[in-house]
């Protein structure tokens, strides 16, 4: 492996053995009216489920994957998302994440290198409790996204991420009630919710390192 991309596989694995900014950082990116319930405790009958933040270089840049959720689906869809899914017993975090990995876009499972964990999150609108599992691959991955889970593929570059760019609100109206929800917004595509909560932790994280994400790999 190139001298680069082990610094990097590194670099980020040792920081996730450290403690995390956790809710201090995800809440900068929770929806009006949600107060504080993504913090937990969850409830005794909640649901436990996996997401994995793949980083990879492509480019000449590090990035993560993200996906669009098609419309037809019957919860949070069009929303944008880590590949992830329901835990299945006995399943790990991890193992969970590199299947609907593997089944959401097609890349194999010996491909990827797990780093580590984000904070969990709760996600109180579907009843999950959400490991963020982080890993990492060398190669750009040739995607092959399940038309029955993913919309659309979205590649964000970690050089966005630890800068902060991009950032905004927007209104949502849902039962009755109107709220304001803050978002990344890329690609066309406005990053909110869990997802943006998510990547506000990992975007301290990337930050804290001072490593050269934006940096050309050559």
Same mark, same amino acid.
């Given at each position: ?8 596989? *590194? +670099? ?18 929770? !929806? ?5 319930? &993504?913090?937990? !405790? $969850? /409830? ?6 996996? +997401?994995?933040? =793949?980083?990879? !270089?492509? &480019?000449?840049?590090?990035?993560? +994957?993200?996906? =669009?959720?098609?419309? *037809?689906? !019957? ?14 017993? /006995? ?20 491909? +990827? ?5 984000? *904070? ?11 490991? /963020? ?21 979205? $590649?964000? $570059? ?23 929800? /803050? ?28 490593? $050269? ?6």
């Amino acid at each position: 492996m190139d001298s680069w991309k082990a610094s990097f596989a *590194s +670099v980020l694995a040792n920081r996730l053995t450290q403690p995390l900014p956790g809710w201090r950082a995800q809440r900068t990116f929770a !929806p009006e009216l949600s107060y504080g319930r &993504h913090a937990g !405790p $969850p /409830p005794a009958r909640h649901r436990s489920a996996s +997401v994995l933040a =793949l980083c990879y !270089p492509q &480019h000449e840049q590090w990035h993560v +994957v993200l996906t =669009l959720r098609p419309a *037809s689906l !019957p919860i949070h869809a069009g929303q944008v998302c880590f590949p992830g899914g329901e835990i299945e017993c /006995p399943e790990t975090p991890e193992h969970c994440a590199l299947r609907e990995l593997n089944e959401e876009l097609g890349v194999a499972t010996s491909e +990827v290198q797990i780093l580590g964990e984000l *904070s969990r999150i709760y996600i109180y609108a579907s009843h999950f409790l959400v490991t /963020p599992v982080v890993g990492f691959t060398p190669h750009t991955p040739e995607f092959r996204a399940d038309p029955r889970e993913v919309a659309e593929v979205i $590649p964000l $570059p970690l050089a966005l991420l630890a800068r902060g760019a991009h950032h905004g609100e927007h209104w949502i109206d849902r039962r009755g009630l109107r709220f304001r929800a /803050p978002h990344i917004e890329y690609a066309g595509r406005r990053i909110w919710g869990a997802t943006s909560m998510i990547l506000a932790e990992f975007a301290e994280v990337l930050r804290e390192l001072r490593f $050269p994400f934006g940096a050309t790999l050559t």
